[in-house]
């Protein structure tokens, strides 16, 4: 027994039975003539045209009893890929709130208006803005609140930060800015110092509103020299007493041998900017900063960021290793850079600076 069928695609319909299936043999009737109602049909074993029963999900042929093998059509549930899963859950994980209107609902709106309110006393006291009218026919550059929960060294909320930023992507180059770089002090700069610390380490402060330009007239006049490999390191040298100020937007971090000169430096740059003492360096820019003065030790973790990753991805269970690499692993000369190419490569890589 044979019956007629239409071939589309990869699939057969039986107009008779109106269903459509996949089969593994069929005889194309490529000699015959048909009407436009039956072009492109095939003839095919009646017993065939049955549409298998079998719920599981499998594209393999069985061997039906005449002899003929069919394929079962699969019944597995269709679904969006989840390509980006992981950016979604990282949005998602995120609570700081991104709006004005999440910042009111949020359970600590109270400290988030606190938060706001000194920032705009800040920013009035410290003259940022003019208040002026707009002129005819110029396109003003908006603003909105990015706020920011500040963690400490073992990931609890220390600060609520509030910050009034402009839409800097409304500007246009040559008619709303000219220059918009403002340097940071690079990551190996502060180890560098922190390094040389070892000996001495004291005062971290957090400056409420700095701009780079106007802090750079500033701490030169207290005679600090800038570094020029790194525009946001400063050096002042007096006698045997010797000073390092490390600047990270409005982070300071202060670093010498003579604890007398870091009093007076810190006395006088609060009559200079609004600032808060933080007391002796512990943790700064998500690094935890920890020291043996007995034996002359000083050291650097990101345990609480690794804490935060792991969790972001789901994988604070996970299983702990000693280290970050394969037990075991042998280093040698001959996995170093041979290539010009190369060792610029590890110079832009985050990893191999860790």
């Given amino acids: 027994m044979s019956s007629l069928c239409r071939f589309v695609g990869y699939y057969f319909y039986d107009p008779t039975e109106q269903k459509i299936f996949v089969l593994?043999?069929?005889?194309?009737?490529?000699?015959?003539?048909?009407?436009?109602?039956?072009?492109?049909?095939?003839?095919?074993?009646?017993?065939?045209?049955?549409?298998?029963?079998?719920?599981?999900?499998?594209?393999?042929?069985?061997?039906?009893?005449?002899?003929?093998?069919?394929?079962?059509?699969s019944t597995r549930e269709s679904r969006v890929p989840e390509r980006y899963g992981f950016v979604w859950l990282t949005s998602q994980l995120d609570n700081d709130p991104k709006t004005y209107g999440e910042a009111m609902s949020d359970i600590d709106s109270d400290k988030w208006l606190e938060a706001m309110k000194s920032k705009i006393d800040s920013m009035g006291s410290n003259e940022v803005w003019t208040l002026v009218d707009p002129?005819?026919?110029?396109?003003?550059?908006?603003?909105?609140?990015?706020?920011k929960r500040k963690l400490g060294a073992n990931g609890e909320v220390t600060a609520?930060?509030?910050?009034?930023?402009?839409?800097?992507?409304?500007?246009?180059?040559?008619?709303?800015?000219?220059?918009?770089?403002s340097p940071v002090a690079?990551?190996?700069?502060?180890?560098?110092?922190?390094?040389?610390?070892?000996?001495?380490?004291?005062?971290?402060?957090?400056?409420s509103q700095s701009w780079k330009t106007r802090f750079d007239e500033v701490i030169r006049g207290y005679d600090f020299v800038k570094n020029d490999y790194d525009p946001c390191v400063y050096k002042k040298i007096s006698e045997s007493s010797v000073v390092y100020l490390v600047l990270y937007i409005d982070d300071i971090l202060l670093i010498g041998n003579d604890v007398k000169m870091l009093r007076d430096i810190k006395s006088w740059l609060s009559t200079q900017f609004s600032m808060k003492d933080m007391g002796e360096a512990s943790y700064i820019l998500g690094i935890k900063i920890y020291r043996d003065r007995s034996k002359r030790m000083l050291?650097?973790?990101q345990s609480s960021y690794i804490e935060k990753v792991l969790k972001r991805f789901r994988m604070e269970h996970s299983k702990r290793g000693a280290l970050p690499m394969r037990h075991g692993i042998k280093l040698s000369k001959k996995q170093s850079p041979k290539t010009m190419r190369n060792l610029k490569g590890c110079r832009t890589s985050p990893m191999p600076r860790l």
Wanted: hydrophobic share 40%.
């Fill in 160 to 181: 609520f930060k509030a910050r009034l930023v402009a839409k800097g992507y409304t500007q246009r180059p040559r008619v709303d800015f000219e220059e918009t770089y």
């Fill in 24 to 73: 593994k043999n069929a005889v194309f009737l490529v000699k015959s003539f048909l009407s436009d109602n039956q072009r492109d049909e095939v003839l095919i074993e009646e017993s065939s045209c049955e549409p298998p029963h079998d719920s599981t999900a499998s594209f393999e042929p069985t061997v039906h009893t005449d002899g003929v093998p069919i394929l079962h059509r």
């Fill in 135 to 147: 002129p005819k026919g110029v396109r003003l550059v908006g603003c909105k609140w990015v706020y």
């Fill in 186 to 207: 690079m990551a190996k700069s502060i180890r560098i110092l922190l390094a040389i610390a070892a000996w001495s380490i004291y005062g971290l402060k957090q400056a």
């Fill in 299 to 301: 050291g650097l973790t």
